[in-house]
């Protein structure tokens, strides 16, 4: 019984994390699209939707937030689960979710990250 690979789309602009979270989930399973900023995850975004996107909030070109606020006001879009992954600190759950009509995103981190709790909130994420 041959299943199609969960697509999750990276949107960081340090490559490091993007090779290591794009390392993450392929030994994991995952088929992964990287982009460095925001304008280039919306390029990939209108490419082909993926079952899960991980963001980065602080990039060049477009932040992460205008991203996210994107995509939860696109039909097509809105409905792809969204994981917050950023070394800003604070209450960003709640702040990103405030600032405009916008859910919060269905998943959020701080980095450094935990490979098996990233691991876990993604399989739940696309099952």
């Known amino acids: 019984m041959s299943q199609s690979k969960k697509v999750v789309l990276i949107v ?9 979270f794009s390392t993450i989930l392929q030994d994991n399973g ?7 900023d ?6 990939k975004l209108e490419e082909a939707v993926p079952d ?5 909030i602080t990039m060049p070109e477009k932040s992460g937030v205008r991203l996210y606020r994107e995509m ?4 097509q879009w809105k409905n792809v ?6 070394g800003v600190s604070g209450d960003f759950e709640k702040f990103i979710s405030t600032r405009s009509q916008v859910p919060p995103p269905e998943g959020y ?3 450094p990250i935990d490979p098996d709790e990233f691991l876990k909130i993604a399989k739940e994420l696309t099952s």
């Open 52 to 56: 899960l996107v991980t963001l980065d």
């Open 109 to 111: 981190m701080a980095k």
């Open 30 to 36: 995952y088929e992964t699209v990287i982009a460095y």
């Open 72 to 75: 939860k006001e696109s039909d």
């Open 38 to 43: 925001g304008a280039d995850g919306r390029a």
């Open 12 to 20: 960081d602009d340090e490559p490091d994390t993007c090779t290591y």
């Open 81 to 86: 689960p969204v994981i917050i992954v950023t």
